[in-house]
């Protein structure tokens, strides 16, 4: 026999719920904490597919048994027999004699992974593409999921209402059940046999009753579904008005720019790439690379090409701009570029001649990052400057850090002196969007 459980008050199971969403809570919230710390990671970047990213949590730790130390052990009374003065139970494991680190207690932590998808959502939860437009002359529809729309007679076999079906079946076998019972006089259970014994035929199953043939051993629980039975869901593609954006990410990878650099400017686009294609769906990017000439290249070239020579910014800027008008209409699109260099530039003034060309032909944003790392002392070029002078920029702090910007004329600007630097300059340039 069984045993019945009676419980009035079930409050205490619900506490261990509450204490795990806690425990998840504490664990996010140390999470966004290293976010800035973590994006860094070289091996992320190199290798992204399927990548988990390990982060320490500190202050929490993983919930386990622990066997052999506890109060009562090093108190005694616990084990083979009785103790005696002088007898070594327990050992406290931090105080070893061949050990050497310091005598204080260590900081407890552990480690979460968490994959790529999850560190965006968690960096960028209220940011967003700035000074973003709605473009309404060629606003796009983007596909975003398909509704019911009724029911049909005609359709294909995966889209089979199976309720409708069952219930059009069940009226049309009543209907006959009911039309065999008084053209014959019979009673409700023969008429359904005969309906049964027919295969749904009305009129054999007449005949059979007429001519009693009708098995008494018929299951009359089987149906037969017709094709005038058949009923089909009607499903219809919806979309959503979404304007269209495209960036241009740029990069200098003359010989100025070294491997530290390299990855520095790396660093910043790749997580500007991974965050505008996981959170637009109408979003084109496309990739450029200079030294004294300009070229487009795929995004996994992009992330991995190296090249040595000399430095003409411009000429980064005027591909951008070719590709702008012949590919990417002003009245159509709404358009960013985002370029990366150490400043070095043979020829400035015409790198800043074709950033205004850029700005006066309708851009959304200019980024600039001027990527000059701490561990390189020795001076580099000064390209930030010039952009600070020919379009008035001031500056703002974010995370402590540094940058410059004009909202006017929708230019960004900052040094990424190190990896910490690149959270900081990813959330300034991409500023939560005013309503």
């Known amino acids: 026999m069984g045993t019945i459980v009676n419980h009035d008050d079930w409050s205490l199971s619900e506490k261990g719920k509450r204490d795990s969403q806690r425990h998840r809570e504490k664990i996010d919230e140390q999470i966004r904490k290293q976010v800035k710390n973590v994006i860094g990671e070289e091996s992320i970047i190199t290798n992204k597919n399927g990548t988990r990213i390990r982060i320490p949590v500190k202050g929490l730790k993983d919930y386990q048994f622990r066997h052999g130390i506890n109060e009562d052990e090093i108190k005694g009374g616990v084990g083979q027999g009785k103790g005696k003065p002088g007898d070594v139970i327990a050992r406290d494991p931090g105080n070893g004699s061949n050990r050497k680190a310091g005598n204080q207690k260590g900081e407890e932590y552990m ?15 209220d940011l967003g593409l700035p000074y973003l437009e709605e473009k309404t002359k060629v606003e796009q529809l983007v596909p975003v999921g398909w509704k019911f729309d009724g029911i049909s007679k005609i359709g294909i076999r995966p889209r089979l209402h199976k309720k409708k079906t069952m219930h059009e079946t069940l009226k049309r076998t009543s209907a006959y059940v009911q039309e065999i019972m008084e053209d014959t006089k019979c009673d409700i259970d023969k008429a359904e046999r005969a309906l049964v014994q027919s295969e749904s035929d009305l009129d054999y199953a007449i005949e059979l009753v007429k001519t009693n043939q009708v098995k008494d051993d018929i ?25 269209s954006a495209v960036i241009i990410a740029m990069m200098d990878i003359s010989g100025s720019m070294s491997s530290e650099k ?8 790749f997580w500007l790439n991974e965050f505008l294609k996981k959170t637009y769906q109408n979003v084109q990017i496309k990739f450029i690379v200079h030294t004294t000439e300009a070229k487009l290249v795929d995004e996994k070239d992009f992330f991995k090409i190296g090249e ?45 001649s074709s950033a ?26 000064d390209l930030l400057n ?11 702090t974010n995370d402590g850090k540094t940058f410059f910007k004009n909202n006017d004329k929708h230019i960004i600007a900052g ?12 959330k300034t340039m991409l500023f939560e969007r005013k309503k």
């Open 386 to 396: 010039m952009f600070r002078k020919t379009f008035n920029m001031k500056s703002e």
């Open 308 to 352: 040595w020579g000399g430095t003409y910014c411009h000429t980064a800027f005027d591909l951008a701009n070719h590709v702008l008008e012949s590919e990417f209409p002003k009245d159509e699109w709404n358009r960013y570029v985002v370029y990366s260099s150490d400043g070095e530039d043979f020829d400035v003034d015409k790198t800043m």
């Open 415 to 426: 040094e990424i002196k190190g990896s910490e630097y690149v959270y900081p300059m990813l």
């Open 219 to 243: 299951d009359t629980s089987l149906l037969y579904i017709e094709d005038d039975d058949l009923r089909f869901k009607m499903v219809t593609e919806q979309f959503e008005p979404s304007s």
């Open 111 to 125: 480690e979460v992974e968490v994959d790529i998808d999850y560190l965006i959502k968690i960096m960028f939860e």
């Open 356 to 381: 205004k060309t850029m700005m006066d032909n309708g851009l959304n944003m200019l980024g600039y990052l001027e990527i000059k790392p701490n561990s390189e002392p020795y001076a580099s070029g």
């Open 262 to 269: 390299k990855y520095l400017a790396r660093s910043f686009l």
